[in-house]
């Protein structure tokens, strides 16, 4: 394995995470507690969402939010075709069906024209992601959402400090669910939390996040649910990561600035994604390029120049085993746009310490490799 000099993610904690940990000892307070309930509160008024409830990772969000929209046997669920597992296997979990459509070639989100086709008697949601921080066209999919009377679920593991029309997303689902894995835009180590306007959903989330049990009915089991409960420790790392959320995003889309100078100016022929006005804010959890010889530069970008990189998505998801070797429709799927991108894409590094001069290291790197290779 060779050494990474330049990672291609690197959370940033300090001190003052640091201090709520320290915090929690003293107190001896470490089950969720007043911290878990701060960072709910906080999260709910940064996002402008009535209800905000911390769970303990993005999967087991989506399987909470899919369970209490009834999504059972045999229903189908509308997913886009590239995207992290989890957005399909919770469709899965509940024994119902992800029916996979293909992506927008420029933005790398669902296709909004392709989910409209999909939709059948039996489609029981839409689940949307915002790749890499980048705002899906958020209007049209609540308005097919609408149009269909099919529940909206926005996998908004990526979203977080992304804007769309000037307003902060994340929330714009019916019910939204997020992760603070190690490396999102602010991080909790592992986490997720779940989002929604409706206070019939908010009281059924809170009971499933809680073994199925609802508040002061101890050992009383009214629905399935799982132990989902976020650790103090946990929320107090979130509590002070989302006070610096503006400062991450303000560094990622420098970084992406530099990126996207580098790249326009050269000749080579590598897309990137077109910049939007300041209105749709891209957090830049991802800076993707689409890059002919794709694996070979990967590769070589780690042992030749100490470079990590991520292929986030090296495949459609109906091409992963779990669903290709079980299922002909499956095997017989073609999303022309999705096999393109994840047949090209590249991550680059980017986080908030990253130094202008290692931009320049990367852009240099793949310079010289994509020559080398193409
Ligand atoms: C789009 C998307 N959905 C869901 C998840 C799952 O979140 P977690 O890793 O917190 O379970 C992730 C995390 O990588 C993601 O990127």
């Known amino acids: 394995m060779s050494k ?16 709520h940990i320290h ?4 107190n001896q307070r470490f089950t969720s507690g007043q911290k878990v309930k701060k960072f709910e509160k906080l999260m709910a008024k940064y996002l402008n969402v009535d209800y905000a409830i911390a769970v303990s990772n993005g999967t087991v969000a989506l399987d909470i939010a899919l369970k209490t929209l009834k999504i059972g046997i045999g229903d189908e669920v509308i997913v886009p075709s590239m995207t992290y597992i989890s957005s399909a296997s919770s469709v899965s979990y509940q024994n119902a069906i992800p029916v996979f459509v293909d992506i927008d070639k420029k933005t790398f989100n669902i296709d909004v024209k392709s989910a409209e086709k999909a939709i059948s008697k039996k489609t029981k949601a839409i689940i949307f992601i915002d790749y890499g921080g980048n705002a899906s066209n958020i209007d049209e999919i609540i308005n097919l959402g609408k149009k269909y009377n099919i529940p909206i679920v926005q996998d908004a ?15 714009n689902g019916d019910i939204s669910t997020m992760s603070f894995h190690m490396a999102k835009i602010i991080t909790t180590i592992e986490g997720g939390m779940i989002f929604t306007n409706n206070k019939k959903y908010y009281d059924e989330i809170l009971i499933r996040r809680n073994i199925g049990e609802p508040k002061n009915k101890k050992y009383k089991h009214t629905h399935l649910g799982t132990n989902a409960r976020m650790t103090e420790l946990n929320a107090g790392i979130g509590i002070s990561q989302i006070q610096k959320l503006e400062k991450f995003v303000k560094k990622r889309n420098a970084i992406a600035k530099r990126y996207d100078y580098l790249f326009s100016k050269s000749k080579l022929n590598i897309q990137v994604l077109k910049r939007n006005s300041s209105k749709f804010r891209n957090a830049y959890f991802l800076y993707p390029i689409l890059i002919k010889n794709r694996d070979k530069i990967a590769k070589n970008l780690l042992k030749r120049h100490g470079i990590d990189t991520r292929i986030a998505y090296p495949m459609p998801i109906y091409k992963q085993p779990m669903y290709s070797n079980n299922l002909k429709s499956y095997k017989n799927k073609n999303c022309p746009n999705a096999i393109f991108v994840t047949k090209n894409i590249l991550n680059l590094p980017i986080y908030p310490n990253m130094k202008i001069k290692d931009v320049d290291k990367v852009f240099n790197a793949i310079k010289e490799e994509y020559i080398t290779n193409n």
């Open 4 to 19: 990474v000099l330049i990672p291609w993610a690197d959370p940033f904690l300090g001190k003052e995470e640091l201090s």
């Open 23 to 26: 915090e929690s000892f003293k």
């Open 157 to 171: 593991a990526q979203s977080l400090g992304a804007k769309y029309r000037g307003k902060k997303i994340g929330a």
